[in-house]
C-alpha cells in the first residue's frame, strides 16, 4: 500500500489501528460524560485499551510507575466508559466517563483545577473547581 | 527542595512551571468552549505556549513538520483560547477555544469522529459526528 493510501485508511477507514508511540503508548484524554469537563490526561499501552474495552472501565498504563493500573483499583475512584472515541491518525484516544468521586490524586474531581494566563509578571496560575473532594492520604496507597 | 517539597510546589502551587518530555513539548487538549466536545489533542512547545497566551489564539508544535504551528494559519480555522489550565503535574493543556470552522484536517469539526468498541470480531470503528465542514483539498496547502 502506498504512504497517501495508507494514511487513508488510516483516518478515513473503519479498523482500529492505534499508533503507539516509541514507548507503545497512546495518549488517552477523559472527560466527564455529563458535563464535558476535561477530568484526566493519561496513556494506554496495548493491555490497558484491551481491559478498557473488555471491561467498560478505564485502565491505563503508569508512565511513572511503569505498570498497568486500573483507575480506582486503590481509591474506589473508577471511571465507567460512557463511549470510546479515537482520533483521526489514531494516536489518541477520548473516553467520555461517569467519575466515581474525584479524578485526581490531589483530592480533585479533575487534574486541570489551575487556569493559566498571561499576567504583567508572566504567566500566573489560579485555582479553578479546586476544591478537595477526598483526602488523597486516606484514600490511596499509591494508586493515582 | 526535597523531592516531596518540589512535588508539593508544582502540584498545588500557583507557578507554572510547565514539565516537558524528551522533546521539549507538553500534551494539549482543545475542547470546544460551549459544547466540551474534544476537538483535539497536540503539543505545544515553549513557543507555542508563549504565543498562545500573548495572542490568545492556539498555537501548535507540531511533530511531524517538526515546526512551530498557529492554527487556522492557512485554513483560517482559527482557536480563540476562552480559557487556560495546566494539570496536576503540570504536563498537560486543557485548552477551551472557540473554533472557526473545523479543527480537524480531514475536515470534520473534531479529530475525534470515529467511535471505538468492541465487537464479537474484535475493536470496531463507526462514524460519529463525521460530517465535513470543508473540503480539505481546498483549505489546506500543509496546514493540519
Redesign the interface.
Same mark, same amino acid.
Given at each position: 500500500m502506498s504512504r497517501s493510501a495508507e494514511i487513508n485508511d488510516i *483516518?478515513?477507514?473503519?479498523?482500529?489501528q492505534p499508533k503507539f508511540d516509541a514507548a507503545g503508548l497512546v495518549?488517552c =484524554?477523559a472527560?466527564d460524560a455529563g458535563? !464535558?469537563? =476535561?477530568l484526566? =490526561?493519561a496513556h494506554m499501552n496495548d493491555e490497558a485499551l484491551r481491559r478498557t474495552?473488555?471491561s467498560g472501565e478505564a485502565w491505563y498504563f503508569s508512565r511513572s510507575r511503569n505498570s498497568l493500573w486500573r483507575k480506582g483499583e486503590t481509591s474506589g475512584h473508577v471511571q465507567r466508559v460512557v *463511549?470510546?472515541? =479515537?482520533?483521526?491518525d489514531q494516536d489518541?484516544?477520548?473516553i467520555r466517563v461517569e467519575q466515581t468521586g474525584g479524578a485526581?490524586?490531589?483530592g480533585?474531581r479533575s487534574?486541570?483545577?489551575?487556569?493559566?494566563?498571561?499576567g504583567e509578571g !508572566? *504567566?500566573?496560575?489560579?485555582?479553578?473547581d479546586a476544591d478537595k473532594l477526598f483526602d488523597p492520604a486516606k484514600a490511596y496507597g499509591k494508586d493515582r
Amino acid at each position: 500500500m502506498s504512504r497517501s493510501a495508507e494514511i487513508n485508511d488510516i *483516518e478515513q477507514g473503519l479498523k482500529f489501528q492505534p499508533k503507539f508511540d516509541a514507548a507503545g503508548l497512546v495518549t488517552c =484524554v477523559a472527560t466527564d460524560a455529563g458535563t !464535558g469537563e =476535561v477530568l484526566m =490526561v493519561a496513556h494506554m499501552n496495548d493491555e490497558a485499551l484491551r481491559r478498557t474495552m473488555s471491561s467498560g472501565e478505564a485502565w491505563y498504563f503508569s508512565r511513572s510507575r511503569n505498570s498497568l493500573w486500573r483507575k480506582g483499583e486503590t481509591s474506589g475512584h473508577v471511571q465507567r466508559v460512557v *463511549e470510546m472515541r =479515537v482520533d483521526c491518525d489514531q494516536d489518541a484516544i477520548w473516553i467520555r466517563v461517569e467519575q466515581t468521586g474525584g479524578a485526581c490524586h490531589t483530592g480533585r474531581r479533575s487534574c486541570f483545577y489551575r487556569s493559566l494566563a498571561a499576567g504583567e509578571g !508572566g *504567566e500566573r496560575l489560579s485555582f479553578v473547581d479546586a476544591d478537595k473532594l477526598f483526602d488523597p492520604a486516606k484514600a490511596y496507597g499509591k494508586d493515582r
